[in-house]
């Protein structure tokens, strides 16, 4: 509980300074269910974020109501250090739903048209902004085909291109691969790398940790409303499960004639000085080594510490 609370510090202090979004203690309940119960995080300018948290830990209804979607009880949204309150504020952000939020019986084309129009896109630049989207999402000869004949993949990244016809400054998405195959997940996290080297914030709600180890800034973890959590990967190891790896040795002896087999598992922090002593104490006990697998701690086991839990889909 000491590194929880050393964590909820950091994230509740210096940490929130200086973000381009800014969620700060955020409260709300459904009858007597509380979905967020003081949420706080930031958002810096040209950053990739993960949320991360087991289920019903408050990821949805967090970003819907940064989107406004859900009114707050309690606590506010700050975007460029201002009250997020006013509709032309919240044009300045982008929220694509884990659901597809598509008109199946348009065309690719008429779906960017309908949202462009939505999102306040100016009529002068609709055509450019709808011909930059099939481009970006690689649907330029699809663009005549209706929504509901795409694949699942195709569908994924029109339903993002929809969200962001206007240009936002950030960019919110709820589970923006779930069901997908692996290429599609590359191809749509290209697509969010592009706008990230442009300068857009992106918030993502997602199950997948490699996702999160491999494509985000910084990482936030939230469980039962609050945020636990929150930094780079490797800070986040280094304050709770260390840096040290597991070496797991898989061993076979002789012991009074019979052979007997095993495994061990030992902590190493300097691979370089305690790797070989590891393997001279075997060899010296008569201990022969079928194998080993040396392993990293990983975000995996950052999750599992804090909340207890493994993070399923």
């Known amino acids: 509980m000491r590194v929880v609370g050393q964590l909820l510090s950091d994230v509740a202090g210096g940490a929130m300074s200086q973000g381009l979004l800014e969620v700060k203690n955020v409260h709300k309940a459904y009858g007597s269910h509380r979905a967020l119960c003081g949420a706080s995080f930031h958002v810096l300018p040209g950053e990739m974020l993960a949320l991360l948290g087991p289920n019903g830990a408050g990821k949805t209804t967090?970003?819907?109501?940064?989107?406004?979607?859900?009114?707050?009880?309690?606590?506010e949204v700050n975007l460029e250090g201002r009250v997020l309150r006013k509709k032309s504020q919240r044009a300045r952000l982008?929220?694509?739903?884990?659901e597809l939020a598509l008109y199946s019986d348009?065309?690719?084309q008429q779906n960017l048209e309908v949202f462009g129009r939505l999102h306040g896109v100016r009529r002068r630049d609709l055509k450019s902004q709808v011909d930059r989207?099939?481009?970006?999402?690689?649907?330029?000869?699809?663009?005549?085909?209706?929504?509901?004949?795409?694949?699942?993949?195709m569908q994924r990244r029109l339903n993002i291109a929809c969200g962001v016809l206007h240009n936002?400054?950030?960019?919110?998405?709820?589970?923006p691969t779930v069901g997908v195959d692996p290429q599609s997940r590359e191809r749509i996290f290209e697509m969010l790398r592009e706008l990230k080297q442009q300068g857009t914030s992106?918030?993502?709600t997602t199950h997948q940790l490699d996702e999160a180890e491999s494509q985000?800034?910084?990482?936030?973890i939230i469980d039962r409303g609050k945020v636990i959590a929150s930094g780079t990967l490797d800070s986040l190891i280094e304050k709770t499960v260390g840096h040290s790896r597991k070496l797991t040795l898989?061993?076979?002896?002789?012991?009074?004639?019979?052979?007997v087999q095993g495994s061990h598992t030992v902590e190493i922090n300097n691979i370089v000085q305690e790797l070989p002593s590891v393997l001279d104490k075997a060899e010296s006990n008569g201990v022969e080594i079928d194998r080993l697998n040396m392993s990293a701690p990983s975000l995996q086991d950052v999750f599992l510490h804090l909340t207890g839990k493994e993070l399923r889909e």
């Open 216 to 220: 985000c800034d910084r990482i936030v």
């Open 106 to 108: 348009l065309t690719v």
């Open 62 to 75: 967090l970003i819907r109501a940064i989107c406004g979607r859900h009114r707050l009880d309690a606590g």
């Open 94 to 98: 982008g929220f694509v739903p884990q």
């Open 133 to 153: 989207a099939l481009q970006w999402t690689r649907l330029v000869d699809r663009r005549d085909e209706l929504a509901r004949q795409l694949s699942g993949g």
């Open 202 to 204: 992106i918030v993502l």
């Open 168 to 175: 936002p400054i950030v960019l919110l998405l709820d589970e």
């Open 250 to 259: 898989w061993m076979r002896a002789t012991t009074e004639g019979q052979a």
